[in-house]
């Protein structure tokens, strides 16, 4: 390995304490980053940051040949290596991690998570702390490097940063001060529904589908515009910070980029096209917020951040050890592991197990409008100059959290890895059917209204068929979004490759390929929504250290569960599944209280 002039971070942290990365010379450190792994002597590096040098040499800059000298021979060092390292902060709906891949493998070196609270005002309610938030990332970041450390390797290793969030996700805060003024509204929140029948209400024919034209999505409580409109008719700190022209609207990526690239201080208002593709006031043809979205919402321009692509240089980190750093990838939790999975053909779909399942299938460069309740999304656009991809997507709401439902207010297990020995116990459900609908259901059905039911109970049933229903409702759940694919496409789907949490349970991998009646692939190094951000932010135009290999790392050594079961026994089971979901529909519980 060569040798690491370590003298290059005190270096760099004067570049950085000189400038604070807000003037100037900032472009030209970034620069010099970028060049250093091509020039190999520091004389033409130098000569190609003179003018910066010269135009700077009055304000005391007398040492920045030596500091860049600096750089250029670290970076040059590590250059030859060819072992780059890129970060990416993964912030979910439970936790923080903040992972560090080799660019040249994709590899994870290393990583730190932290869980985060969930906060539960009232039913169906579902808050997180904004503060909390930005916390777990900077303490995931800082902890990561000392695990870097601990493996004897450098901090100047690390290229790049990206972000991957829970999206939908709605936060709002006053650029004065840079406090929140609400808690977090979480996207399976379901406190919107009223917000969503006046919306309704508002529409030509009083069709939740109508602005799906504009938008790709259907008026829904999954949505930021419709938390945001919540907000504002709620909330009386928003309402007003909106008038006072304070109010910042963005959903967790942009609260945490905004944040770490200055917040006060210059922090930038930007998001990436994936994310807002699902806030029902982009336009999904022109990639711009729309005026006439806008005016429907009632919800102001001014306070939503610039729509950038989701690969490219946003600013540098202002806070954590790897100040100075530059944040170049930005992708929504779904589409970065559609990138992580390197999904790029079309045809192709992924499957990401979580809280809940979020199905996306690549289209191709036209957004396709679905007849058959899925959403049309922003899959990628990894360039300014680069082309859009689109995806249709089915979101379903409840998959892990109906194992968490078990184990936290049934008790039946102890810990969420118990369900897969427990649902092992048996063969079958024995005519169980568990419908999790505890906030409606989402794709393909937008029921708001409906409520989770346990149908086919029996004196023989028990605990481990009631856990082999959850694991089948998932499956279920993940067919019929599969088959509004193949209908709204016109393409057969020949393999779901599957991420996520979720997916080191074989037990449900396999009952997977049963159900839908094709292979399911689990690829070796499961971190793919991860590494769909730090792809995204390796290849940008700037870091440049990442390329998109037609056999990705990521898909060696995946596993294939075969599918086990007839044309016929499958059909069987899903009529019985849609029986049970006829009936959790229009659960209205205020009618029973009243």
Not at 7 to 18: E, F, K, Q, R
Not at 409 to 423: Q, V, Y
Not at 451 to 456: A, E, F, T
Request: hydrophobic content about 40%; glycine content about 8%.
């Amino acid at each position: 390995m060569p040798k690491v002039d370590t003298s290059a971070v005190s270096g760099h942290n004067a570049i950085v304490a000189h400038t604070g990365m807000q003037t100037s010379p900032s472009k030209a450190v970034g620069y010099a980053f970028e060049m250093a792994t091509m020039l190999a002597d520091s004389k033409s590096m130098l000569q190609s940051f003179a003018p910066f040098l010269d135009a700077e040499s009055a304000s005391g800059t007398a040492q920045l040949p030596k500091v860049l000298g600096y750089i250029v021979g670290t970076y040059t060092a590590l250059a030859a290596m060819d072992k780059w390292l890129v970060g990416a902060v993964d912030q979910g709906t439970s936790s923080t991690r903040f992972i560090l891949f080799e660019s040249n493998t994709a590899k994870m070196v290393t990583h730190h998570q932290k869980e985060i609270s969930q906060i539960f005002p009232q039913e169906g309610w579902v808050e997180q702390d904004p503060v909390e938030i930005l916390h777990s990332v900077t303490e995931c970041i800082d902890e990561t490097m000392k695990k870097l450390s601990a493996l004897n390797l450098k901090p100047e290793m690390v290229k790049a940063i990206g972000i991957t969030n829970q999206r939908e996700t709605t936060i709002v805060w006053d650029k004065v001060t840079g406090k929140p003024l609400h808690n977090a509204i979480i996207w399976l929140d379901a406190r919107t529904s009223e917000t969503v029948e006046k919306l309704v209400k508002k529409t030509p024919n009083r069709d939740k589908d109508s602005l799906r034209d504009k938008c790709g999505l259907p008026l829904s409580t999954y949505f930021s515009a419709v938390k945001m409109r919540w907000l504002l008719d709620n909330v009386d700190e928003v309402r007003q910070s909106v008038e006072k022209g304070h109010c910042l609207f963005g959903n967790v990526d942009t609260w945490l980029l905004w944040n770490l690239t200055g917040g006060l201080h210059g922090g930038k208002h930007y998001t990436d096209v994936t994310n807002a593709s699902r806030t029902m006031l982009m336009n999904i043809h022109t990639l711009e917020w729309d005026d006439e979205l806008c005016k429907f919402f009632d919800i102001p321009k001014a306070i939503l951040p610039e729509i950038r692509c989701s690969s490219e240089i946003y600013g540098y980190l202002m806070e954590t050890c790897l100040r100075g750093l530059p944040i170049s990838g930005i992708l929504g939790d779904q589409q970065a592991a559609l990138v992580g999975q390197s999904c790029f053909k079309i045809g192709q779909v992924k499957n990401t197990y979580g809280t809940g399942c979020f199905l996306l299938n690549n289209t191709g460069n036209k957004p396709v409008e679905s007849k058959h309740g899925l959403l049309t999304t922003v899959a990628y656009k990894l360039g300014k100059e680069k082309p859009t991809f689109y995806a249709l997507e089915g979101s379903v709401a409840i998959a892990g959290a109906a194992v968490q439902w078990l184990r936290d207010n049934l008790g039946i297990i102890e810990k969420s890895a118990d369900i897969e020995t427990l649902a092992a116990d048996v063969d079958d459900t024995h005519g169980c059917y568990f419908v999790p609908a505890f906030s409606g259901l989402f794709c393909p059905y937008w029921q708001p209204d409906a409520r989770g039911v346990i149908c086919g109970l029996s004196q023989f049933t028990t605990k481990q068929h009631l856990a082999r229903a959850c694991l089948e409702a998932v499956c279920f759940q993940t067919c019929e979004v599969l088959d509004a694919m193949k209908k709204d496409s016109g393409l057969p789907i020949v393999s779901l490759q599957v991420d996520g949490g979720m997916t080191v349970n074989s037990l449900l991998m396999q009952l997977q390929a049963d159900l839908v009646g094709i292979p399911v692939v689990r690829p070796a190094m499961a971190e793919t929504t991860a590494l769909g951000a730090a792809m995204a932010a390796g290849m940008a135009e700037g870091v440049a250290v990442w390329h998109i290999d037609e056999d990705p790392p990521s898909a060696q050594g995946a596993y294939m569960f075969q599918p086990r079961t007839n044309p016929e026994e499958r059909a069987k089971r899903l009529s019985r599944w849609k029986k049970a979901v006829e009936r959790t529909m229009h659960w209205e519980l205020t009618d029973l209280l009243e």
